[in-house]
């Protein structure tokens, strides 16, 4: 269950990222992005309140948060590759992308200690 919530994610992420570089395409204005938007809320609320019945390990976690920052920096990559450019400030001369990126990073290293620590 906790694996289709992420999926519906992460496929809603990467259809706005595709809208925010590409706002002219033909598939923008077919799929309401206030609709993918009210879809990322769901998804969040309803990981939120049924985390308690959901007891992911550790080091899952810390897995699916790799994965997903090497996933989205690829997606950024690739769309600037084939001639987006963004919209909405999501870019990598934005100063604040780069301060979130560090701390995610922190993040994530303090997370793996931790996961390191119960492995040991």
Known sequence: MNEILRFIALISITILLIFYYF????LASSIP??????????????????????HP??????????????????LMVLLTILGGKSTV??????????IALLL????MFSQWKKVKKFDA
């Open 23 to 26: 706002p002219n395409i033909p």
């Open 33 to 54: 992005k206030g609709t993918l938007i009210l879809l990322i809320i769901v998804l969040c609320i309803f990981s939120i309140l049924f985390r308690r019945y959901i």
């Open 57 to 74: 390990s550790s080091l899952e976690i810390f897995k699916w948060k790799v994965l997903s920052t090497i996933y989205l920096l690829f």
């Open 89 to 98: 400030g999501i870019a990598f001369n934005n100063v604040f992308l780069w």
């Open 104 to 107: 995610i990073n922190y993040e």
